[in-house]
């Protein structure tokens, strides 16, 4: 599988304050996600970063809370903006690729998450 | 809604034991299934999948799932478990198979420990 990474590995931010994560990937991928775990909670798909137009957002996610950019095909970032408290959570991405390549089609791979705490 | 439920949420094991995890979910059509697992540390990774045919998958390290439509069952087992196997499990669903794939649907993860 391909080798995800994140930055930052973990924070601690002020109420108000924004936050962009980071996710790299060493080869390109067809798909990446954002997904959110809250404590003591499942993973959740926050959006889907699509490469050259506007991230899909799952039911409860909104593009002003969380701007996703994806300028090609092995990079992506979440920004968390307006930090509440409610935001302390584990941010992670996702990648789905092209069959044949080192990320199977129809089978995610997870980066190591963002450890986000707000105060 | 869809939903993925595990049971379990906190298993308790001695090495040898044998395991075996629930994972219900609820949706009609086609889907995809998925164990993940999180060693203490570490990321989250692909312990096994089902997609089509022998609904007896097998995964890494001896892990195995046993898909059951009629049930909407995706277990896991194990025979014998090790030290090595204490991780926080998840089982996913993808609801809607067909080309790059979309949002995966998890289950709120069972903590396994494994007493030496």
């Known amino acids: 599988s391909a080798v ?15 936050l962009t994560i980071q996710c790299q990937v060493d080869s390109q991928v067809t ?22 137009s506007e991230a899909t957002y799952e039911s409860g996610f909104v593009i002003d809370k ?3 950019s994806r300028p090609n095909l092995t990079f992506s970032t979440l920004t968390v903006s307006n930090m509440s408290p409610e935001d302390s959570s584990i941010y ?9 390549g080192p990320v199977l089609a129809d089978t995610q791979y997870f980066g190591p998450g963002t450890r986000l705490t707000v105060l | 809604a869809q939903s993925v439920s595990q049971h379990n949420h906190h298993v308790i094991l001695s090495e040898a034991a044998s395991l ?3 994972c219900n979910y609820s949706y009609g059509g086609t889907v995809n299934l998925f164990w993940y697992v999180q060693y203490p540390g570490q990321h989250l990774q692909l312990l096994l999948k089902y997609f089509s045919g022998d609904p007896l998958v097998k995964g890494i390290k001896g892990f195995e799932a046993e898909f ?4 909407f069952s ?4 194990k025979p014998s478990v090790q030290w090595s196997d204490t991780a926080e499990y998840f089982c996913a669903v993808n609801p809607g198979y067909g080309g790059a794939t979309n949002k995966l649907i998890f289950g709120t993860g069972t903590l396994l420990a494994v007493q030496p």
Not at chain 1, 4 to 18: A, E, N
Not at chain 2, 74 to 77: K, M
């Open chain 1, 4 to 18: 995800i990474s994140q930055k930052p590995s973990r924070d601690i931010c002020q109420r108000g304050t924004s």
């Open chain 1, 31 to 52: 798909m990446m996600f954002w997904y959110r775990q809250q404590p003591g909670q499942s993973l959740t798909l926050i959006a889907t970063a699509n490469q050259g």
């Open chain 1, 66 to 68: 969380f701007p996703i």
């Open chain 1, 92 to 100: 992670l991405c996702s990648v789905e690729g092209l069959a044949g």
């Open chain 2, 20 to 22: 075996e995890l629930g």
């Open chain 2, 68 to 71: 059951i439509k009629s049930k």
């Open chain 2, 74 to 77: 995706f277990n896991l087992r």
